[in-house]
């Protein structure tokens, strides 16, 4: 079974746990500018938003690439990104529609969500359930069960 | 081994900024934050300067767990000397910007001197310089931090600013970062404002990388989230409802000081409380509470943001203010609500607002105005003072007032002396509910024995949150007490100040306290710093922090008379509620607690006391 990462963006709290243990996992270090998951704070509304790479079955970015260096992980469905190949041409950022895959000065890389072989630490950290890994064909499972609650609060109240 | 290892030096005077090595010895003896902060500040300053001279300094500091993965780790401390009180201030702050100075590789920042025109503070990691702040002075915090953003077309710097309250030098300024966060209490804005200091604005891409042990690290920081995730106020509570779950319980148990302290109980505690704030308003059908909001690494989430209806009288036309903003929290809903009389929500989100949005400390413009709503009902203040009438219980009076204080213009000058000045002046200086010139919190010290005591022997003036005897007084944390007895508080007062100081200064927020003991937080120093860091170290670091911010007090001249509660605490029984007919017992607790401290019975540090802290 294929999982996915899965964003309930009504769930999170800002708390930027997602954003530290990306960059640990991935470079053994707290730092929210490493992360390749980022939060945004919209003030006017009250909203936090996790945002990160959505793992495109057509990815457009493994497609752009002019050297193969973004390749599929049969195992997690991830687009990976092979940094001994990258040769930090950036284009890869421009085909992106999401903007989710982007380039390390450091490295002379490019960085992008590669599920953690399977299991993401940002899921793991999250304390609220708002980023959470699950059935890649049943992402919409919890929000189903919660209309469906709905509805069967209504029959019973009719 | 999770300092970053150095501090930036900021000579306003001269306009240079230059790095220095941490002192680890002073490190391992008081940890980080308020302790260390402390420490740099009593060794470098004269106690008996004056707070807003040039001679003071203002420093800004992170913790060891602050910028990792330790749940609430993202706090950072301002120490200096406070113009409320002229004791140590030392005000603790959330939200993103600690984190980011750490980021930046930066444990603290020391400020010294005065600028001779408004600057700003710019760090880019290694980089720091001082810049000219002509762009945002006169400007608000919510003003500033966009400018600087814009400015340096960089939208993921943080800031640290002072309003125009600070510029104006009120004399309760607070500092706030990210909006809504603030250093709030003892004046520290206004210091900042006296040195022509606007902002410190960081960017911070380096990271914490150098744990001791990360893999223990990580278990033992994942462990204690589970501990807050279970426990009923850290896992339900403040993530439902926020502090302000305290506003209906504090009511009932007849402990809410209400109109200046004259009652213990709000009639209309329901209307300001959490449950209210979750309820849909007549007029527009929608709840005052927007969500809740975490600060950096905060697994816990009890902050508010809220919006206030559009068509209430204080915000009509003014579409600025029509957005989400912080709040309430229970403090400043008591502070602006109940300590007045007034039980208008959307006023109570208004004032906080504006104390937001101009760094006010809400709880000592909260008690101000209660004071002079009292002056004004006694008829030494009239309406044309004041610029309203202002009878306990008027909204149109308090928002008035924060507007007036926020802009330093009329008697908004003299709401900016804060409660001790003010009614000094006005001939009654019982009437100002203080201790060392700085306002009660939310908690009548009278019926809480314990938390009366905290508020006479705190360090910064009256304040809650250097001992919270509350969570075993009222929430029965760790054992309940009975909040009406005096014995045995002198001793539960002493062991939550110490641990209180050792939370502190690891860089994590007090809260994690209702769930966390020293058990839970050794482990977590010990693999981010060093094996030394035991529960029994902490706690000695701790009552180390505690007597070295008492001894800066003694040497700016305190003594036991500065550890007082006002007289109507003493001698005006409250007058309904489970603790009807109850009076402060200080008298009887604080001989006690200057005996449990090792101090004299002038409450000075004796040398065995002394020798025992390596003070």
Known sequence: MQKSLHINADKCTGCLQCEMACSFENYGIFNTAQSRIKVFDFHHTGKKVPYTCTQCDEAWCLHACPVEAIQIDAASGAKVVREDICVGCKVCTIACPFGTINYVQETGKVQKCDLCDGNPACADACPTGAITYVDANWTGLDKMREWADKVGNQAAGA | MAWAGKLLRVNLTTGTCKSEPLNMTWAKDYLGSRGLATKYFTEEVDAKVDPLSVENKIIWSTGPLTGTMASTGGRFTVVTKGPLTGAIACSNSGGYWGAELKFAGWDMVIFEGKSPKPVYLYIQDDKAELLDADYIWGKTIWETEPAIKTKHQDPLIRVSSIGRSGENGVLYSAIVNDLHRAAGRSGVGAVMGSKNLKAIAVRGTKGVGNIKDPKAFMHAVKEAKKVLA???????????????????????????????????????????????????????????????????????????????DETHFTVQN??????ANGGLEYEAAWALGAANGVKDLEALQFANLICNEDGIDPITFGATVGAVMELYEMGVLTKEQIGIAAPFGSAEALCHLVEITAHSEGFGKEMGLGSKRLTEKYGHPDLSMSVKGQEFPAYDGRVIQGIGLGYATSNRGACHLRGYTIASEILGIPVKTEPTDTDGKPELLKAFQDATAAFDAAGICVFTSFAWTLNDVAPQVQAACGEEFTVENLTLIGERIWNMEKDFNLRAGFTRKDDMLPKRLMTEAAKTGPAKGVVSGLDKMLPIYYQVRGWDAEGNIKPETRKRLGL
């Open chain 2, 230 to 308: 279970g426990n009923a106020v850290t896992g339900q509570g403040l993530p439902t409802y926020g502090t302000q779950v305290l506003m209906n319980v504090i009511n009932e148990v007849g402990a809410l000081p209400t109109r200046n302290h004259q009652d213990v109980q709000f009639e209309s505690a329901k209307d300001i409380s959490a449950e209210a704030m979750a309820t849909p308003r007549a007029s527009d059908g929608k709840a005052h509470l927007v969500t809740n909001q975490a600060c950096f690494g905060c697994t816990i989430a009890c902050g508010r943001i809220s919006k206030i």
């Open chain 2, 318 to 323: 003014r579409p600025q203010y029509w957005g």
